[in-house]
């Protein structure tokens, strides 16, 4: 039984070019980039080719970026990072959307038990967050407002040029997560106007572990980790250097392929979603339909809860997901579908298909071709799908 990776927003394989840069950092590049002799120099020049690779992808200064541990520490450092240097002017409004990973709710949640104030904005059905609800949020005390480009379940891509034109006018520092969106459609600082934004190597075929925050210059921001002058003193600690080599390489394969890809990955994912709404009843595409990533797609399955569904796929080969993977093995609806007015009995029938570079159209039907069968046994075992079914023909 051939086996089937639909799960490549949580994360993807490393590219096989990504291991072989990163395999001599762990042996005879082994220096010290801080070190001033032969061996550290060496690796010293191989992280900032790999910081200039990155900074391509995102249209930035080799200055601007900094190295951290992934999207999460990335996002932690944004948020609490410019609260603890606005401090001194009493700025301490937070905006933020209902939908954002946890990793931005959580530490606004954290800096709020710490007497910050915390604006959490809906978003539409479709999951778009409307700009004029952010300019409204404003406050004199307002220090950040932070918004992901493309949110990680149902892969709807907000506004973020229109809402950066808002924090600017404002003079906000406006951060947004794009873990889902760098390597997958195209991502520049510039265009985008933002003054923080985090990125993960291991969402573009790059290792875990490592992630970067761009920084741009001027925006109030103090470093979260201290204790030496690594990344210009912003980030304290010995550099991962296998990880920024894979990091950097990984960030120059996603340049080269993302022309070819997103047309192919949207085709696929317009083929998946449209099939699965023809095929089983009561089947909706949950985001917006086409302000979306060109890999997503994410359906509410009704009168079914989305883990037996993921179960029975994983019995025959398929790997899918009901949401974040950062928080599997929970029973309660995802804060994602809540947040789109979506009753808790159909959050809970809520799947996430994500495509990736070995994704086949073979792969597509297959999906297509197991997962009605999937659904419709499991109906029959629910006590609420058959009394809604009575009298329809």
Same mark, same amino acid.
């Given at each position: *039984?051939?086996?089937?990776?639909? &799960?490549?927003?949580?994360?993807?394989?490393?590219?096989? &070019?990504?291991?072989?840069? *990163?395999?001599?950092?762990?042996?005879?590049?082994?220096?010290?980039?801080?070190?001033?002799?032969?061996?550290?120099?060496?690796?010293?020049?191989?992280?900032? %080719?790999?910081?200039?690779?990155?900074?391509?992808?995102?249209?930035?200064?080799? &200055?601007?970026?900094?190295?951290?541990?992934?999207?999460?520490?990335?996002?932690?450092?944004?948020?609490?990072?410019?609260?603890?240097?606005?401090?001194?002017?009493?700025?301490?409004?937070?905006?933020?959307?209902?939908?954002?990973?946890? @990793?931005?709710?959580?530490? @606004?949640?954290?800096?709020?038990?710490?007497?910050?104030?915390?604006?959490?904005?809906?978003?539409?059905?479709?999951?778009?967050?409307?700009?004029?609800?952010?300019?409204?949020?404003?406050?004199?005390?307002?220090?950040?407002?932070?918004?992901?480009?493309?949110?990680?379940?149902?892969?709807?891509?907000?506004?973020?040029?229109?809402?950066? /034109?808002?924090?600017?006018?404002?003079?906000?520092?406006?951060?947004?997560?794009?873990?889902?969106?760098?390597?997958?459609?195209?991502?520049?600082?510039?265009?985008?106007?933002? &003054?923080?934004?985090?990125?993960?190597?291991?969402?573009?075929?790059?290792?875990?572990?490592?992630?970067?925050?761009?920084?741009?210059?001027?925006?109030?921001?103090?470093?979260?980790?201290?204790?030496?002058?690594?990344?210009?003193?912003?980030?304290?600690?010995?550099?991962?250097?296998?990880?920024?080599?894979?990091?950097?390489?990984?960030?120059?394969?996603?340049?080269?392929? *993302?022309?070819?890809?997103?047309?192919?990955?949207?085709?696929?994912?317009?083929?998946?979603?449209?099939?699965?709404?023809?095929?089983?009843?009561?089947? $909706?595409?949950?985001?917006?339909?086409?302000?979306?990533?060109?890999?997503?797609?994410?359906?509410?399955?009704? $009168?079914?809860?989305?883990?037996?569904?993921?179960?029975?796929? %994983?019995?025959?080969?398929?790997?899918?997901?009901?949401?974040?993977?950062?928080?599997?093995?929970?029973?309660?609806?995802?804060?994602? *579908?809540?947040?789109?007015?979506?009753?808790?009995?159909?959050?809970?029938?809520?799947? /996430?298909?994500?495509?990736?570079?070995?994704?086949?159209?073979?792969?597509? %039907?297959?999906?297509?071709?197991?997962?009605?069968?999937?659904?419709?046994?499991?109906?029959?075992?629910?006590?609420?799908?058959?009394?809604? /079914?009575?009298?329809?023909?």
């Amino acid at each position: *039984m051939k086996r089937i990776y639909l &799960d490549y927003a949580a994360t993807t394989p490393v590219h096989p &070019d990504v291991l072989a840069a *990163m395999l001599p950092y762990f042996t005879e590049k082994f220096g010290n980039p801080s070190a001033i002799h032969s061996y550290g120099q060496e690796v010293k020049g191989a992280v900032e %080719d790999a910081r200039a690779r990155i900074c391509d992808l995102i249209g930035c200064r080799p &200055d601007e970026l900094v190295f951290t541990s992934g999207g999460t520490e990335s996002d932690n450092t944004a948020l609490t990072g410019v609260i603890r240097a606005v401090a001194a002017q009493r700025r301490n409004h937070i905006i933020t959307s209902a939908i954002e990973h946890h @990793a931005v709710l959580e530490t @606004a949640e954290a800096l709020e038990e710490q007497g910050c104030v915390v604006t959490v904005l809906p978003v539409a059905q479709d999951g778009i967050l409307d700009p004029a609800d952010v300019r409204a949020a404003l406050t004199p005390q307002t220090a950040i407002i932070s918004v992901m480009h493309a949110n990680n379940e149902i892969g709807t891509i907000q506004p973020l040029a229109e809402i950066s /034109r808002i924090a600017r006018e404002a003079g906000v520092v406006f951060h947004t997560d794009a873990v889902q969106t760098t390597g997958r459609i195209p991502v520049n600082v510039d265009e985008l106007g933002v &003054d923080l934004l985090s990125i993960s190597s291991h969402k573009l075929y790059g290792p875990k572990g490592i992630g970067a925050l761009y920084i741009r210059p001027g925006t109030p921001i103090l470093p979260m980790i201290r204790g030496g002058a690594q990344e210009r003193s912003w980030r304290a600690g010995t550099e991962n250097v296998p990880g920024i080599i894979g990091f950097g390489k990984a960030a120059e394969l996603a340049g080269k392929m *993302m022309p070819a890809e997103l047309p192919r990955l949207t085709a696929l994912r317009d083929r998946l979603a449209s099939g699965l709404v023809a095929a089983i009843p009561e089947t $909706y595409i949950n985001g917006h339909p086409t302000q979306r990533l060109p890999n997503n797609v994410n359906i509410g399955v009704a $009168y079914v809860e989305g883990e037996a569904i993921l179960l029975n796929l %994983d019995l025959m080969g398929i790997a899918a997901s009901s949401g974040s993977a950062c928080s599997s093995g929970s029973l309660d609806p995802s804060h994602v *579908m809540l947040a789109l007015a979506c009753p808790p009995e159909l959050a809970r029938g809520s799947l /996430r298909f994500t495509m990736g570079k070995d994704t086949t159209e073979e792969d597509v %039907d297959r999906v297509l071709e197991v997962l009605p069968g999937i659904v419709k046994k499991l109906r029959a075992m629910s006590p609420i799908y058959k009394p809604a /079914r009575e009298g329809k023909s």
